[in-house]
């Protein structure tokens, strides 16, 4: 066990600084979550640590010394722990070094968020087995789910040159993309703007150590390899997948853009919240090297989550959206631990800042669905929101928003932020 | 068109260096590539130029600066035809230069060779109608090729962090992947080394001037976004493969290893050696984001590609190896231009030092197979080595040796050098 409850999730802890005292805030001085900003006078990103409304400069805090975070994602547990120490006590009522840290503050409002770190390699999986099954549905009615997937935690690489990061009014916005697409009835394909755009509601899981090529991350070791987690939303043209994913699966469909919050909440943070893994009874086991008894007793976290959609007609009339799905990341099939065992077992060297997303985190019931391909049945039964507008797929101007957050009897409520992202009109070719 | 024959080319040049007037080198002066090597005393990676059998520092030479290959690669047209101009000149029999460099001179053999650059993005194409056609038929004989393939150039996104570099005597050297396998008739799949390990002979596509993210590269522009081409294997794990990649595609199965030549032999030495691409007629044409009428004329690149292996037994007697399989990269059906132009079609971002895999560049008869899959049936029928050995798939100790060059009357030999790598036993786990 890598990570454990201490004085820092305690939630009696209150900050010198209000906003953080707020208990609907998501950056309470439990949380702490890690990101890079810049204010206008700045040229390169700095390390902050959310707190409240404001983000606290870790160097001008006097914390470390250096600008480059993932440097900082590298470090072993007693000093990632003893970093994270350091930040709640100087944050803490009382504490000597208020003046300090208050110095190293800035209003969120007030500065840019970049993407937390440097992504080296991102790989998306498959962990909801609710998610598999309901698309697995649309093309096999009679075999929705196929044999390897309680066996092999299914993933495989996408595209980390597209990742933007989540911002403030907008968020992340993208052009609708172009691509090949096919009607079924039609003899050959044409190319133009996506008709099946979607979101794909997902976390993403940081790397932070690094393993070296040849060496498998065991299960037991595989949390210490973990930073922490974010939202993710791994937009998905549909119309071009379709078309394009056999053999050799998705591409063009989904490398045209993907949105990151900006906050990686550390899984010490996310301490609290572990829960026993679901796997229903009668299934296999997993295999030995994706199996532990401490993963079977929390390798499981209790994230809640929301999408939210609000279109161009509501913002104009100032609605904040409708939230249109809810699931927990308890639900997903595979755990974080079992990720990491599998993507390294054949010698596959993960490195610091590296993401893989969780896949669309679908719950059991059908409200819980956590793609658009989903809730309407592939486009056949079109959403009506409040405002009376309906959704097939997404539209110019909708704006995507997911959102996190852990709650548990006896602990201070953590979120997550937002993961906010807008789809522009497609640019003439 | 991007790059054209100009005073570089002359297969009259000669070099004051001996060793790159030998006929049969692969780096006469009118090849030139890029690489990134380091000296016993250097800490860095410099960038280098091959020749004859000696590495130029291009610090040293006093033509960059920069030991930065990715700022190199992105360079237009004009700077970057301007530093080949320099390079050629300084090298050139009765060049005022010679004593300079001369002195920025170090026998190939007292270096290390580095992967030629930063790679970010890794991705795989499938551009070898031959392979897709025989590796299909394995699995669907009624219908090998999917209705897709003369359509979409069919690509997917590979793992950059396991990308190696060929090096001299044993090359790249890998242990053979774990991971699970599952037989048709077992009840369970299990863990273990694979034992249907194979290769993959391709080319790597390096990209150099990047694009913004949301603007499509055009056909007309493609060529300026590619700095040059050099030698890949993708080592595949088969057993892995089948088991795992239904429905997102390859991923363990092959990130565990994969390696790169170390030198870049840019577009523009390559521009002799271009000819009409080969779509057979009756194929549908190119959609028009796909085609060009320079394209048509020129998209084609004649390389020839040898793949040779080497047994332990081979290396122990002083054997060389034997050559298994060649074919020529003009037998791609589709063009480094239309994988360039597809990629970007969404408004995907390319960045300098990405790197594309052309995908087995099978030929268009049985023994032009770029892999053992198709050279063995999947196995059925193993081939016999010359010295009686036989090989269904790779055995522990075989090294794999790519090759590849360009020949034409009136021209210089130009050659890629080699992709050398050799599969060490499993670890235990």
């Known amino acids: 066990m890598n990570t454990s409850i201490d004085a820092t999730h305690d939630p009696a802890l209150k900050s010198w600084l209000e906003s953080a005292n707020d208990p609907s805030i998501d950056f309470p001085i439990q949380n702490l979550p890690f990101g890079r900003f810049r204010r206008a006078e700045d040229m390169d990103w700095r390390i902050g640590v959310a707190i409240g409304d404001q983000v606290l400069d870790l160097r001008r805090a006097g914390i470390i010394q250096s600008y480059d975070m993932n440097r900082l994602m590298r470090l072993s547990k007693e000093p990632r722990q003893a970093l994270r120490q350091a930040v ?15 110095e190293a503050l800035t209003p969120m409002s007030r500065v840019e968020l970049g993407l937390p770190c440097v992504i080296g390699d991102y790989t998306d999986f498959y962990t909801s087995i609710h998610h598999a099954t309901t698309v697995g549905k649309q093309f096999r009615p009679d075999n929705p789910l196929l044999p390897n997937y309680k066996w092999v935690p299914i993933g495989y690489h996408g595209r980390a040159s597209s990742i933007g990061v989540s911002a403030p009014a907008l968020g992340h916005s993208f052009q609708r993309p172009h691509g090949q697409t096919k009607a079924p009835d039609a003899d050959a394909p044409s190319v133009g703007p996506s008709r099946r755009l979607d ?92 199996d532990s008894a401490d993963n079977r007793e929390r390798g499981a976290i209790a994230i809640e989550l929301e999408v939210w959609l609000q279109t161009a007609n509501m913002r104009a009339a100032g609605h904040a959206g409708d939230c249109i799905a809810r699931s927990n990341y308890r639900d997903a099939y595979w755990t974080v631990d079992q990720l990491v065992a599998h993507h390294t077992i054949n010698g596959c060297n993960l490195r610091d800042g590296d993401l893989f997303g969780s896949g669309t985190l679908s719950g059991p019931r059908p409200e819980q669905a956590g793609s658009l391909l989903e809730l309407t049945q592939g486009g056949r039964q079109p959403l009506r929101l409040s405002n009376a507008e309906t959704r097939a797929f997404l539209e110019d101007g909708d704006t995507v928003i997911l959102r996190g957050f852990c709650e548990r009897d006896g602990y201070r409520r953590i979120g997550f932020g937002e993961c906010r992202g807008t789809v522009m009109p497609a640019r003439p070719l």
Chains 1, 2 share one sequence.
Request: aromatic share 12%.
């Open 88 to 102: 709640s006590e100087g944050l803490r009522h009382g504490s000597p070094h208020e003046a300090r840290f208050r």
């Open 199 to 290: 979101y794909e509601l997902e976390l993403g899981i940081f790397i932070g150590r690094p393993n070296p090529i040849g060496e498998p991350v065991r299960m037991a070791d595989a949390e210490e390899h973990v930073f922490g987690l974010a939202l993710f939303n791994d937009w998905t043209a549909r119309d071009i997948q379709s078309w394009e994913y056999q053999p050799l699966g998705p591409f063009l469909s989904k490398n045209f853009a993907s949105t990151v919050s900006p906050w990686i909440v550390t899984m010490d943070a996310l301490a609290p919240f572990r829960e026993p893994c679901t796997r229903p009874r009668g299934d296999p086991a997993p295999l030995p090297y994706l």
